[in-house]
């Protein structure tokens, strides 16, 4: 008989808690998906760690093209305060400061088009742009993973209504496209 009811106990707790998730499930769905970080210990895992983890790779990056960087002095005061623009935005609408920061990636990539007679219009212009950069080695394979990264981190942010974002991880997005769109800029300039 003991050996009988250990078998319960060891039945009855797994499946209630799959009947609980089953009976619960959607409103786990919507719990879900307005968590933007689980944390437990070392592991991390989340739109903010995601965009963490992008950004550092991006600013170690940076640091390695540091010496390439064209210093020039702004045309427009708009030019000189971008990055504080998006912030700002970033303040009011995080979601809204990624679209216009991956809008300014975006151009960048675009302005090689006409370099390659190639369509500037849409992400599979914008691909081929860079595969073409790739293919030639100007840009590196750790550069078009980051672009990917970056543009399926940025779809999730815009086109999921219930995404919850953080200020500080929409900066942290804002600065590895920043860093990313100035790479571009040197290469377009090497470019012409």
Do not use: C
Not at 21 to 37: D, G, R, V
Not at 78 to 89: A, K, T
């Amino acid at each position: 008989m003991e050996h009988f009811v250990e078998l319960i106990s060891a039945i009855v707790w797994p499946a209630t808690l799959i009947w609980f998730f089953h009976y619960f499930k959607p409103e786990f769905k919507s719990l879900l998906s307005k968590i933007h970080k689980i944390k437990y210990k070392e592991f991390e895992a989340g739109f903010d760690g995601e965009v963490s983890e992008v950004n550092k790779q991006v600013k170690k990056r940076g640091e390695k093209v540091v010496a390439k960087k064209i210093v020039e002095i702004p045309k427009k005061k708009e030019e000189l305060n971008f990055r504080d623009q998006l912030y700002r935005i970033a303040d009011i609408s995080p979601q809204a400061s990624i679209a216009e920061s991956w809008r300014y990636l975006e151009d960048k990539v675009n302005q090689f088009g006409p370099l390659y007679n190639l369509e500037t219009k849409g992400h599979a212009s914008e691909t081929k742009i860079l595969e073409k950069l790739k293919n030639e080695q100007k840009i590196d394979a750790d550069f078009f993973k980051f672009y990917l990264t970056l543009r399926e981190l940025r779809n999730r942010a815009i086109h999921r209504k219930d995404f919850l974002l953080s200020q500080e991880s929409a900066e942290e997005y804002i600065d590895s496209i920043l860093e990313l769109s100035e790479e571009l800029g040197i290469i377009f300039e090497e470019s012409i």
